[in-house]
């Protein structure tokens, strides 16, 4: 994996992004009836953490399609609005956005792990991708590893075997009578296989220094990566923060976890 660095690119920074909006507890329903995608776990199995990796599995063509009763907007396509890039140290100094970002490849998520630690309230969850497809527009001004990158026009990024893991500070407090999770924060962390990049328009269509750059980007990312990691975990919670909280801060626990 050569080219992860425009991946990070894409979600680093101060974010507003469509999924990434922040959640009020209180401005939260609950459910009515316990939905059709939902399994349930014993808290007393001796393999209840496996339980719940297959209820999560079970869910995610369910929050895939979308589930316009807890407010959950599909996300195959994800689709994103704008990511803004700011980074001004180090060896990566980039200032732009990506706009209408097409995510595809979500919906084939496999949950891995799920490890639910009662008495500490942590969540832990790890979840493979094996491909993503990202179509958007890019303005980008700056440099990577001492080589200009200026351009504005169409970017597509091809990535495969993603994984990622999340650790989730959670609380279990009571809502309309009765019990929810609810995630109160999230850290990612995030490997990716191999991924290939194509900007389009670089150096207002120079295409002999486009197609170098490119070139660049997918041999030398590995170096960049290290410098934006701490970053795209955050921007990655900021994707998925909102999707955990919708998904059980509207379910009573009683619905997905029996006593």
Known sequence: MRSHLVLAALLVGAVAVSTGSKIRFEDLKLVKEKPEWLL?????????????RKS????????ARGIPELGVHKFEP???????????NGG???NGAFRDMNVHGPSNATAT?????????????????????VDANYIIDGQILLLPLVGEGTARLNLRNVTCSATCDVDFPEKEGQKV?????????????????????????NKVLGRTVNQFLNKNSVEV????????????GEVFLPILQKAFGQIPTRYWLTE
């Open 181 to 205: 999770m609810w995630f109160k924060n999230i850290h990612v962390d995030f490997s990716v296989g191999d991924m290939r990049i194509h900007l389009n328009n670089l150096f207002n269509g």
């Open 113 to 133: 792990y799920v490890r639910l630690d009662f008495n500490k309230k942590v969540y832990h969850l790890g979840v493979n991708i094996p491909t993503i497809r």
């Open 78 to 88: 994800l689709f994103v609005d704008r990511i803004g890039l700011q980074k001004g």
């Open 92 to 94: 990566v100094i980039i």
């Open 225 to 236: 990566i290290g410098e934006l990691r701490e970053e795209l975990g955050r921007a990655l």
């Open 40 to 52: 349930t776990c014993e808290k007393s199995d001796p393999n209840i953490n496996e339980c719940l």
């Open 56 to 63: 999560f599995n079970h869910m995610i063509p369910a929050l």
